[in-house]
T-cell receptor, first 117, second 112 residues
Framework: AQTVTQSQPEMSVQEAETVTLSCTYDTSESDYYLFWYKQPPSRQMILVIRQEAYKQQNATENRFSVNFQKAAKSFSLKISDSQLGDAAMYFC??????????????FGKGTKLTVNP | KAGVTQTPRYLIKTRGQQVTLSCSPISGHRSVSWYQQTPGQGLQFLFEYFSETQRNKGNFPGRFSGRQFSNSRSEMNVSTLELGDSALYLC???????????FGDGTRLSIL
């Protein structure tokens, strides 16, 4: 079974600074997807960024980028120019890419990010 | 375009009762998944549906069930409620299998 580990229960960053959230995963599959979701106090899970395992290029979405190290099974999220609105719980998630496979997401325990003004 | 809609937002029940939660996916989305979120266990997969068929089920007792209708709306039912069922229940939909999932705001279920 796949597992996702987020080793940092809490992180803080100063506004406008850069912060990196860590995520490692365990799988025997060769093809899969990795995601970072953000959950603010409003509760809605918001997709931040998505990475396909077969793509070597790291995904980027505006101020958000990932460092995907497939051999090390590591998938960290870098937030640049942090804003107060970035404060939230961040979840790393894994999903198999098998054809006809499950939509099931396996989540890490989350990292609570605080942004200080 | 309206997002994933979950109703109700809050629900209070007592032990032994049953409850039905509803999820309306984004228009055109045919895949719906359900998750339970608790402080202790985190986010756990409950089940997923595609075209009215349950494709996968998580490791939950038979008290947890669900279904999907022809319009892709989905319901989940929990019978004989226990204190440990108190949680945020999240629904997610995707356009088709393999596409990113979009989540609703969840239903907060409290068991007294």
């Amino acid at each position: 079974a796949q597992t996702v580990t987020q080793s940092q229960p809490e992180m803080s960053v100063q506004e406008a600074e850069t912060v990196t959230l860590s995520c490692t995963y365990d799988t025997s599959e060769s093809d899969y997807y990795l995601f970072w979701y953000k959950q603010p106090p409003s509760r809605q899970m918001i997709l931040v960024i998505r990475q396909e395992a077969y793509k070597q290029q790291n995904a980027t979405e505006n101020r958000f980028s990932v460092n995907f190290q497939k051999a090390a099974k590591s998938f960290s999220l870098k937030i640049s120019d942090s804003q107060l609105g970035d404060a939230a719980m961040y979840f790393c998630a894994y999903r198999s890419a098998d054809q006809g496979g499950s939509e099931k997401l396996v989540f890490g325990k989350g990292t609570k990010l605080t942004v200080n003004p | 375009k309206a997002g994933v809609t979950q109703t109700p937002r809050y629900l209070i029940k007592t032990r032994g009762q049953q409850v039905t939660l509803s999820c309306s996916p984004i228009s055109g989305h045919r895949s719906v998944s359900w998750y339970q979120q608790t402080p202790g266990q985190g986010l756990q997969f409950l089940f997923e549906y595609f075209s009215e068929t349950q494709r996968n089920k998580g490791n939950f007792p038979g008290r947890f069930s669900g279904r999907q209708f022809s319009n892709s709306r989905s319901e989940m039912n929990v019978s004989t409620l226990e204190l440990g069922d108190s949680a945020l229940y999240l629904c997610a939909s995707s356009l088709r299998l393999g596409q990113p999932q979009h989540f609703g705001d969840g239903t907060r279920l409290s068991i007294l």
